[in-house]
């Protein structure tokens, strides 16, 4: 008989379903970014610089050198001078820019340098008191000294409904601020628009704190050859009393008419 016929193929089988797709891959770690150089990081500062306690976002702090330092050092007060047991300086933002200048000095001595100093809890631990403007803290010294007394700051705070010939307390920065906005015109105001913050060197020696309490020195954009060049010789002692460079410690120019960029690198 004929072979039996072959079997019919079996039928195709179906395909094996596809392998879920790889799950994308992770995307790499952001580097980390180095800090803002110093200009920058002041510059934020100050366009972002509000009413606050905290003397960080309240905007930048600012001391002229008004003539009550040290010849030989004179980031420190001078011990037979007014300002032997306190500090005093100004934070500066965008809504007020201005830092003391003395228009009634003799040319040479009216727009004078400063320091830029550290907005850090080491700092805002020395504060003593402040004013919407200047306070005439010269005068406030404490003859005899008592517990009572803070060099520099008005034996009466201005609460309960006391406005004048009394200070804002260290925890009332924010008050003061908002009272400056209040009484005091936004935008630079020559000669009278700032503000005065006292810190205390008495209780803690300002020394201990040096150099680190120095951000930088800075001279005004509208300063006299003999002021700059001050503001000059006050960073180059700096440097050589401390071993630091320049990049370090910068020289700077603050201006307090320009109200994004007020702080810039000095182009000797």
Same mark, same amino acid.
């Given at each position: 008989? &004929? =072979? %039996?016929? *072959?079997?019919? +193929? !079996?039928? /195709?089988?179906?395909?094996?379903?596809?392998?879920?797709?790889?799950?994308?891959?992770? &995307? =790499? %770690?952001? *580097?980390?970014? +180095? !800090?803002? /150089?110093?200009?920058?990081?002041?510059?934020?500062?100050?366009?972002?610089?509000?009413?606050?306690?905290?003397?960080?976002?309240?905007?930048?702090?600012?001391?002229?050198?008004?003539?009550?330092?040290?010849?030989?050092?004179?980031?420190?007060?001078?011990?037979?001078?007014?300002?032997?047991?306190?500090?005093?300086?100004?934070?500066?933002?965008?809504?007020?820019?201005?830092?003391?200048?003395?228009?009634?000095?003799?040319?040479?001595?009216?727009?004078?340098?400063?320091?830029?100093?550290?907005?850090?809890?080491?700092?805002?631990?020395?504060?003593?008191?402040?004013?919407?403007?200047?306070?005439?803290?010269?005068?406030?010294?404490?003859?005899?000294?008592?517990?009572?007394?803070?060099?520099?700051?008005?034996?009466?705070?201005?609460?309960?409904?006391?406005?004048?010939?009394?200070?804002?307390?260290?925890?009332?920065?924010?008050?003061?601020?908002?009272?400056?906005?209040?009484?005091?015109?936004?935008?630079?105001?020559?000669?009278?628009?700032?503000?005065?913050?006292?810190?205390?060197?008495?209780?803690?020696?300002?020394?201990?704190?040096?150099?680190?309490?120095?951000?930088?020195?800075?001279?005004?954009?509208?300063?006299?050859?003999?002021?700059?060049?001050?503001?000059?010789?006050?960073?180059?002692?700096?440097?050589?009393?401390?071993?630091?460079?320049?990049?370090?410690?910068?020289?700077?120019?603050?201006?307090?008419?320009?109200?994004?960029?007020?702080?810039?690198?000095?182009?000797?």
């Amino acid at each position: 008989p &004929p =072979p %039996p016929p *072959p079997s019919p +193929p !079996p039928p /195709p089988s179906s395909p094996a379903p596809a392998p879920p797709p790889s799950p994308s891959p992770s &995307p =790499p %770690p952001s *580097p980390n970014l +180095p !800090p803002l /150089p110093l200009v920058a990081r002041l510059n934020g500062r100050f366009v972002n610089g509000a009413p606050s306690n905290d003397l960080f976002l309240a905007g930048v702090l600012l001391r002229v050198l008004d003539g009550e330092e040290r010849i030989d050092a004179p980031w420190e007060g001078d011990p037979g001078k007014g300002e032997a047991d306190f500090a005093s300086a100004s934070i500066v933002n965008r809504r007020h820019p201005d830092v003391y200048e003395c228009l009634s000095c003799p040319f040479g001595r009216r727009r004078m340098p400063g320091l830029v100093l550290a907005s850090s809890p080491a700092t805002q631990e020395r504060l003593s008191c402040c004013y919407f403007k200047d306070g005439g803290t010269l005068a406030m010294q404490c003859n005899p000294r008592d517990a009572d007394c803070r060099p520099g700051c008005a034996r009466e705070a201005c609460e309960n409904g006391r406005l004048w010939n009394c200070q804002y307390q260290p925890w009332r920065l924010q008050a003061m601020m908002e009272r400056q906005d209040r009484e005091t015109p936004k935008g630079h105001v020559q000669q009278w628009g700032y503000n005065e913050v006292i810190l205390d060197t008495s209780r803690k020696p300002w020394a201990s704190e040096l150099p680190g309490i120095i951000e930088a020195v800075f001279v005004q954009a509208a300063s006299a050859p003999a002021e700059r060049a001050y503001g000059m010789q006050v960073h180059a002692k700096l440097l050589e009393r401390f071993q630091l460079s320049a990049a370090e410690v910068p020289l700077l120019v603050y201006d307090a008419t320009n109200p994004t960029e007020p702080f810039r690198p000095l182009s000797t």
